[in-house]
């Protein structure tokens, strides 16, 4: 009986989220793979950083996620002068009943979904004020602190073609995002129905699909799912072989400097769950594993002097783990 009352909240869950989907299909056309990651990520409780070029539906994608999952949301445009009590928040000297009393004045940071606006244009210092808020929910402001909403996350946008006066986010501040998502251009067939969706009198909005209470109960759930023995060797085997050191293979030796770190493992284990679950299936198979690969390990890896030197890329070394994986 609690098995069967289980199954049944599994199968409403994922009802849910896949109506999540389809809600976000009707503002954001020609993207199902950048939608599928976006909710992975936020259903695995983490934060996605979010890669492309303008004009291709990134804030239009952060912020239709707000309202279809009832999340509150709110955007952050990163600058240069951008400074981390812009962020954070900041204490105030306020004058009640004649005495004086600092009083801290939240942040944007203080919502549940905060899109932070090609966050490589903002200084180290900046970058680095989200950190704690991303890793441990809470800031720190005057010694006090504040915890923020749940849940909380981070969809974060960089515009890979403009380089100049840009900040590259470190090694510490990557490995904070669940995944990667490169936004491409739309196909042919959803750029003509995005015209005429756009350019009319009115233009389709996204609509109220789950309640915050709702992706609560679905983040606890994908905790929940079980995995078997053979995905988990899969996660270990190709996060291990992707680092180099004396047990790696000549291709991953010659041409990474630094690969995966545990982080990797537990993202691809969490993002496999979320998939499963987004797709209505009971348990994770080798094939989300290989799925998420890119995703996870793109913006957590560096090819040495001699790969880029030879034009060796990224997404080159995530295939060849990828067919030694199959």
């Known amino acids: ?109 203080f919502c549940q979904l905060l899109m932070a606006d090609e966050i490589n244009r903002a200084s180290p210092r900046t970058q680095s004020a989200l950190l704690q808020s991303m890793q441990e929910h809470h800031v720190t402001v005057a010694g006090q602190r504040h915890d923020l909403p749940r849940p909380f996350h981070v969809l974060a946008t960089q515009n890979p073609i403009e380089q100049e006066g840009t900040y590259p986010l470190p090694e510490a501040q990557l490995d904070r995002f669940l995944v990667q998502v490169d936004i491409s251009y739309p196909p042919l067939e959803a750029e003509r129905r995005m015209l005429f969706a756009t ?63 545990p982080r990797a493992a537990q993202a691809l284990m969490l993002c496999a769950k979320a998939r499963a679950l987004l797709e209505g299936r009971l348990a994770p198979s080798v094939d989300d594993v290989l799925a998420l690969l890119a995703p996870v390990f793109k913006h957590r890896m560096a090819l040495n002097f001699s790969a880029r030197a030879d034009g060796v890329s990224i997404s080159s070394i995530i295939n060849y783990l990828a067919e030694k994986l199959v």
């Open 199 to 261: 350019t009319g009198v009115a233009e389709a909005v996204p609509r109220a699909v789950l309640t915050t209470q709702d992706l609560l109960n679905a983040q606890n759930l994908v905790r929940d799912v079980p995995v078997g023995e053979q995905v988990t060797d899969a996660i270990l085997n190709v996060v291990r072989a992707a680092r180099p050191g004396p047990d790696a293979s000549q291709m991953i030796n010659d041409n990474v400097a630094w690969g995966p770190s």
């Open 1 to 109: 009986m609690v098995k069967a009352k289980a199954v049944q909240e599994y199968d409403d869950t994922s009802a849910k989220l896949k109506a999540a989907k389809s809600a976000l299909g009707d503002v954001v056309f020609g993207q199902e793979t950048v939608i599928d990651l976006a909710m992975i990520a936020i259903l695995a409780g983490g934060h996605a950083l979010i890669v492309g070029a303008p004009g291709l539906a990134k804030t239009k994608l952060a912020t239709s996620l707000g309202t279809v999952l009832g999340l509150d949301e709110k955007r952050v445009q990163f600058t240069p002068d951008l400074m981390p009590a812009d962020i954070l928040g900041s204490e105030v000297l306020d004058e009640v009943d004649g005495r004086r009393a600092f009083r801290f004045v939240q942040g944007p940071v």
